[in-house]
């Protein structure tokens, strides 16, 4: 029976809301969910719930209480938990859970051609066996377990950049979706110069069409938002760009793309083409404050300059910016200047995982540690920048615990001994510095429920998990017997 109300009762509660105060902390809270949206949120009492028997009768489940209702009787039992918003990521790829551990120890475009574009380019041309032997299309299959990934860490709403062959599957990702709950913006991939010949977008309007067609197809679809994702500035050339920016402008949609990743990449695209990516983005009219770049990594002044005059928002991913060792942005001079920025985790094939905690303690780590100044990018800031700010910049209604969002909601357990003691005053320095990441143990999405007691409840994760393993041995042995296409086009003397 689907009931109409919802309710828990959690240790603690952190809204993360303007409209309650970011920095509020409820102790003893509750959160009333209303079909998907949240209803309140406020202080446990027992009078209140009392108040709610009487307005609702028997239509409150109790979250935490399996087949319990609410009732005048029973008192609201209490989650040892923290619960916080869902997460939200504002830059990922949903085609790399399968090459987690591959071509590490290299740098980006090394990486790209021994990982992603070989493992994409072994999905395309090997996509009807494989389909036949798992039961599933592989594409749908590798975008599930990356929703199953995110669901995980307590991530219930996405940005999916989906480039190179994906940008032909944006089928199988709203399906996978479907299945998992979560909310993703799709940003679907072009390129026309430096990538593999297979994929080019030429002439230009190829990918406009594919952009109107896919739009057209989910524009009212639950959950999804779809909006152009050129993949790298120096796999774009000036009339594509403008083309897919001229296409975002009149769909009022943001527009997405990879700038200034790694250093040796983004001094050849200088070389090049005698300026930076930013620059060039500017060139062409492509940054404004409905442009939202992935990495900006490396940064000349005059390019700090750009992203403030133009309002272009940042998503910083820390966890692959060290792996690939590419580098870190200068977040601070982000901060002084008014650059807005979030923090994510990029694909798992580079991050190695979407714990989005980690990505957060991380970014936080690095700049403390550079600057001399444990001051610096506070537990609290780093939260908002995986909730409320993401939140705002993909302009979807989540990321804080307040009347009338999303019923998006994680819950962490605190029962666990590296997150005891927690108390109201180190609540959110625990979540950040001492948090494993895995303790994530409800998501609500929507207001469903995804994770009951750390188990999925809508998704056989056994089954998507022994064949992505299948999937990822078949790679292996394909990977093992071809050489790497070197689809990036780009020699630099460190790649």
Not at 85 to 93: R, Y
Not at 375 to 402: C, H, W, Y
Request: with cysteine; hydrophobic share 35%.
């Amino acid at each position: 029976m689907v009931m109409k109300y919802k309710i828990l009762r959690s240790r603690f509660i952190l809204p993360i809301s303007d409209q309650l105060g970011r920095n509020a902390r409820i102790s003893d809270g509750y959160i009333l969910i209303e079909g998907d949206k949240i209803k309140e949120v406020g202080k446990y009492d027992q009078e209140i719930m009392k108040s709610f028997v009487k307005k609702y009768g028997s239509e409150i489940e109790i979250i935490g209480e399996k087949e319990t209702y609410l009732s005048p009787t029973n008192e609201l039992k209490q989650i040892y938990g923290v619960a916080l918003p869902g997460f939200v990521k504002a830059h990922g790829h949903d085609h790399e859970s399968a090459i987690i551990g591959i071509a590490k120890d290299e740098p980006l475009t090394t990486w790209l051609d021994e990982a992603v574009n070989l493992y994409t380019g072994f999905l395309h041309s090997e996509e009807e066996k494989l389909t036949k032997l798992l039961g599933v299309s592989p594409y749908e299959l590798s975008y599930l377990k990356a929703r199953i990934d995110d669901i995980q860490h307590g991530i219930t709403t996405a940005l999916v950049h989906h480039c190179n062959f994906n940008k032909y599957h944006v089928d199988e990702l709203v399906r996978a979706n479907k299945k998992a709950g979560t909310k993703i913006m799709i940003a679907v991939g072009a390129q026309d110069r430096h990538y593999d010949p297979r994929i080019l977008d030429k002439p230009a309007s190829i990918a406009v069409e594919r952009m109107e067609t896919y739009y057209q197809k989910y524009r009212n679809e639950r959950n999804v938002q779809i909006i152009p994702g050129p993949d790298q500035f120096f796999s774009n050339g000036p009339e594509l760009l403008k083309a897919l920016k001229k296409w975002s402008v009149e769909h009022k949609t943001l527009i997405h793309i990879h700038s200034s990743e790694e250093f040796a990449t983004t001094e050849w695209f200088k070389g090049e083409y005698g300026m930076t990516p930013i620059e060039y983005g500017e060139s062409i009219g492509f940054l404004d404050q409905n442009t939202f770049v992935g990495h900006q990594v490396h940064c000349t002044e005059h390019d700090l300059e750009i992203l403030t005059k133009t309002g272009t928002k940042v998503v910083h991913n820390p966890l692959a910016n060290t792996i690939l060792g590419s580098g870190m942005p200068p977040l601070q001079k982000f901060k002084e200047r008014g650059i807005e920025f979030a923090i994510s985790t990029d694909g798992s094939g580079s991050a190695d995982n979407q714990n989005i905690i980690n990505a957060a303690r991380v970014a936080a780590q690095y700049q403390k540690a550079f600057h001399h100044n444990a001051k610096l990018m506070t537990a609290q800031d780093v939260l908002e920048r995986i909730t409320i700010i993401p939140s705002q910049f993909l302009r979807f209604n989540t990321g804080s615990l307040e009347q009338g969002k999303l019923a998006d909601i994680a819950i962490i357990d605190l029962t666990v001994p590296n997150l005891t003691p927690t108390r109201e005053d180190n609540l959110v320095e625990n979540i950040i510095w001492a948090s494993n990441g895995n303790e994530v143990q409800y998501v609500i999405s929507n207001g469903e429920i995804l994770i009951y007691n750390y188990k999925f409840i809508h998704i056989d994760i056994s089954d998507v998990l022994q064949k992505i393993q299948m999937l990822s041995e078949l790679f292996y042995e394909y990977k093992s017997n071809t050489l790497a296409q070197k689809a990036t086009g780009i020699r630099t003397k460190q790649g």
